[in-house]
T-cell receptor, first 109, second 115 residues
């Protein structure tokens, strides 16, 4: 079966760095998305990786290892506004998105 | 800039009633999707449409129907609501379907409670 695993909840301190991991099992693979979702709001796009390696975008970076079925989202210089859920989604061979349940990130002052 | 608009934002509904959730986008995107989001579960695809005039079933289509008469509108209908359909519903769109690897644009969600 197809599956996306990510931690349910993480806590970090303002100004610090946090890494949110995601492991995936999909039938075929056509990339991996990260979305941010603030409570009560819609998900918004953060990143898309299809090749191995790290892609940096400001304070946020996303990493992919296709051989390990693994990705992570790295958030630097954490701000209170980064408190949100972070959704990992794999793209399978039919270009369907398989979503994880999301990681709720709590930022403490 | 409207993007993608859903209505209503919130609704309480008696079981057995019919309900239509509306979704309109002004980005001229070909593909549109309906998801439901429940606590502890990932987004689950209900129905999708790759282009106007075509629709397809997602992971959890039972009890729901959709239509895509034009590019902009993609309503979701619950013919006879049941309490298990209590959820937050998100409409989304993307420029292309099939080999799309572009981002999805989401509406603000419709919170539906079925009593």
């Amino acid at each position: 079966g197809q599956n996306i695993d990510q931690p349910t909840e993480m806590t970090a301190t303002e100004g610090a760095i946090v890494q949110i991991n995601c492991t995936y099992q999909t039938s075929g693979f056509n990339g991996l998305f990260w979305y941010q979702q603030h409570a009560g709001e819609a998900p918004t796009f953060l990143s898309y990786n299809v090749l191995d390696g790290l892609e940096e975008k400001g304070r946020f970076s996303s990493f992919l290892s296709r051989s390990k079925g693994y990705s992570y989202l790295l958030l630097k210089e954490l701000q209170m506004k980064d408190s949100a859920s972070y959704l990992c989604a794999g793209v399978d061979s039919n270009y369907q998105l398989i979503w994880g349940a999301g990681t709720k990130l709590i930022i403490k002052p | 800039i409207a993007g993608i608009t859903q209505a209503p934002t919130s609704q309480i509904l008696a079981a057995g009633r019919r309900m239509t959730l509306r979704c309109t986008q002004d980005m001229r995107h070909n593909a549109m999707y309906w998801y439901r989001q429940d606590l502890g579960l990932g987004l689950r695809l209900i129905h999708y449409s790759n282009t106007a005039g075509t629709t397809g079933k997602g992971e959890v289509p039972d009890g729901y129907s959709v239509s895509r008469a034009n590019t902009d509108d993609f309503p979701l209908t619950l013919a006879s609501a049941v309490p298990s359909q209590t959820s937050v519903y998100f409409c989304a769109s993307s420029p292309a379907a099939g080999e799309q690897t572009g981002e999805l644009f989401f509406g603000e969600g419709s919170r539906l409670t079925v009593l």
